[in-house]
Nanobody, 123 residues
C-alpha cells in the first residue's frame, strides 16, 4: 500500500497549484480519501475529504472556496486544487485514506503517513 503525493512547489501569494496523490496496492474507490497538512510549528491538520463515490466532500473553513478536492477512481488518484494561495497555506501536504466518514478529520485515525509534498507560498 502506497500513497505518493506530488505537485508541491514554491508559489507567490494569490497563485495556484494542483496536488496529486497516486495510490498503489489498493483501490481508492473502496475508501474515502483525505488531504492533511502540517504547517511549520503546528500539528498536522485536516484540510479536505472526498467520499469514495466522489459525491460527498468536506473542506476545512480556512480553505473552503479556495481549495477543491477531487478524485479519479479510474486513475487511482486524488487531487487537491489550490487557488488564491496565502502564506499561511505553506505546509507539507499529505493524502490518506479512511474507511469511515466519521473519522476523516481525526489525525489519530490514520496508521501511517507518506512523505508528503511541500507547498511554499511567499513573495
Amino acid at each position: 500500500v502506497q500513497l505518493v503525493e506530488s505537485g508541491g512547489d514554491f508559489v507567490q501569494p494569490g497563485g495556484s497549484l494542483r496536488l496529486s496523490c497516486a495510490a498503489s496496492g489498493f483501490n481508492i474507490r473502496d475508501y474515502h480519501m483525505t488531504w492533511f497538512r502540517k504547517r511549520p510549528g503546528k500539528e498536522r491538520e485536516f484540510v479536505a475529504a472526498i467520499g469514495n463515490f466522489g459525491v460527498a466532500t468536506r473542506h476545512v473553513d480556512s480553505v473552503r472556496g479556495r481549495f477543491t478536492i477531487s478524485r479519479e477512481n479510474s486513475q487511482n488518484t486524488v487531487y487537491l486544487d489550490m487557488n488564491s494561495l496565502k502564506p499561511e497555506d505553506t505546509a507539507i501536504y499529505y493524502c490518506n485514506r479512511a474507511r469511515r466518514w466519521s473519522e476523516i478529520a481525526t489525525t489519530e485515525s490514520y496508521a501511517s503517513w507518506g512523505p508528503g509534498t511541500q507547498v511554499t507560498v511567499s513573495s
